[in-house]
């Protein structure tokens, strides 16, 4: 067993890891990690399975790169659910004061991160989408005149 750089032994099964690859997690809202995610959804009042159902319902992927793109734009909408929760508490925790703070402008930050991801793969999904199409049209014959 190998011991980490401040002595003392880590975690030995697979849970104490994953527990333990979780102990930085603040809000999560930017987190990359399934696990990171995962422990995020479980904590919120927002359930994330009807988001993702609508949002392959509207965009109906093909493949399983659709099908990835589909759910990190439901995870983005999700996620930007979460930051306007987060925002109302704090507004709520903080309307005395003319300035909410610091934590409220990090929600807002990540907030933007998440916007822009959004964006990103819906772009992403879009331009796919039209290569895929353009290479159907040109591998079809043109329709015959008489």
Known sequence: MTKPSNGKPGPKTEEGKRRSSLN???HGLT?????AFDAMADESPIDFDPILETMRAHYRPADPVEEE???RIARCLWRISQTEAMEQRLLDRHYARFRPGTSYESVLRCERIVALELHRTIRTLTVKREAENKKRWKNESPPRTN
């Not at 987190?31 to 696990?35: C, F, L």
């Open 31 to 35: 987190a990359k990690s399934r696990q």
């Open 24 to 26: 930085a997690l603040k």
């Open 69 to 71: 793109l589909v759910h």
